[in-house]
């Protein structure tokens, strides 16, 4: 009897693909359980990833308990709280896997196809004066001053996407100069006061190991551009970079050209603006018009790079305006063959950083802990960025499929919707935190 040949559709069903989207993440699950030293712990950090990426209202303990089977959230607190791993291991894994998953070869968003590296920071809603470095404060994602914590946060952007790879919390000196305070929410007695700009150089120097070497640009707003400290930083380490800056920004050492707006102002006219594209966005290419000069003289204080090395002031507007207050204002570094073109897609990626916030708090439930502890804050912060980063990691593959272009899967949010699909429509089995059932009341939910 010859043996059939097996009959395979050439159209993949929805719920093929939500299968395999499961499986994958079931497998990564496997892989990243090398960070947790006890296999209760495994299981406990397998079920909060699969909470962060439910279609729950809110991810926190109680919700992530009841998705998980368990009937108290024990389990889930003592996973953030008591229970011993290092949420560092956790964070140098995430980091690794967004660097593999979003690899393109030298095709990035930067010069030459360079890799973008993006720093901001990030509000997180808080109240009381428990949680760890919780202090009325200045955020832009809450839009003023209220009582909140502020994260600063690394995102990593490629042609594939982007997604958060690192962050570090930021402690007010409120909060540094109590030191009872500090040990009441288990914040370590050397962990000094540190700037913001602190904390991203901070970052920065542990995630460029694991980058693409000489493949990568740094882009970051006026809160760390303005500070001379943070560029020479990159330029010792000879990371490329453009920043935002403040309009009133030294650029020459030189009486009537220190001002930046106001040398933008004596010397530039109106055919000297060019208008380019600055990359591609959610709402398609973004065009702006672009004043660019290198600096024919470096500020001293900033390092004299090297020979191959350039520096570039830029202004941005939107076509038309003529209202110097509503322009952009930056300043660049990096190899002095780089164009115009280049250089202007490097400010363009910027709002790579916001993507990945938003898209950790919106689908991984980043901003929706419980914690108040210094390290219950990183564990919580680094799970839900590994939850973000599965989801980048399967919509990069999935555009991958489709050559690059946009297929049905290639957008993060379509593979939150693969994953929420329920186990009956899949046809399969139920997942593993279906079936996981604990002994109410015990601390370690087993």
Sequence with gaps: MQVKLLDVPLDVTDLERAEEVGDQLELLLLEVGGCFPRADLRRRAAACARGLLAPLSRKNGWQLAEYGGDAEPWGQQHLLDRARWEADEL????????????????????????????????????????????????????????????GVMAAWATSRGQALIDRELYLPKEWTGDRARCRAAHIPDHVAFATKPRLAEKMIARIVPDLP????????????????????????????????????????????????????????????????????????????????????????????????????????????????????????????????????????????????????????????????????????????????????????????????????DSDPLAVLARLAEPAAQRGGPPRPHQQQQSRPGSPDGL
């Excluded at 140098?92 to 393109?104: C, G, H, K, Q, T």
């Excluded at 470095?133 to 994602?141: H, L």
């Excluded at 398609?284 to 390092?303: C, H, M, N, T, Y």
């Design 213 to 408: 070497a000489g493949r990568v640009w740094v882009t970051a707003d006026e809160v760390y551009g303005r500070d001379g400290a943070f560029r020479a930083f990159l330029e010792e380490r000879q990371l490329p970079y453009v920043v935002n800056v403040p309009s009133d920004q030294t650029v020459l050492p030189r009486p009537g050209w220190r001002h930046l707006a106001r040398l933008i102002e004596r010397v530039a006219g109106q055919e000297d603006w060019v208008q380019l594209s600055a990359g591609p966005s959610q709402l398609e290419s973004r065009w702006w018009q672009w004043w660019v000069r290198r600096i024919p003289d470096p500020e001293a204080l900033i390092g004299t790079g090297g020979q191959d090395r350039a520096r570039w002031v830029i202004a941005r507007r939107r076509p038309g305006e003529e209202d110097p207050s509503k322009r952009d204002y930056y300043l660049a570094w990096g190899p002095e063959q780089t164009t115009v073109e280049e250089l202007v897609q490097v400010p363009g990626a910027r709002w790579r950083v916001e993507e990945g916030i938003k898209l950790a708090k919106s689908a991984a439930g980043m901003a929706d802990y419980e914690v108040r502890s210094w390290h219950g804050w990183y564990r919580h912060i680094t799970l839900a960025q590994l939850a973000a980063a599965f989801l980048a990691a399967q919509a990069a593959a999935a555009a991958n499929e489709h050559d690059g272009s946009p297929g049905a």
């Design 91 to 150: 964070r140098d894994f995430v980091r690794r896997y967004v660097v593999a998953s979003l690899e393109d070869g030298g095709s990035g968003p930067g010069p030459g196809g360079a890799g973008v590296l993006v720093v901001d920071e990030t509000g997180f809603a808080k109240k009381g004066r428990a949680s760890a470095g919780v202090a009325r404060q200045f955020t832009g994602t809450l839009g003023g001053v209220f009582p909140c914590q502020v």
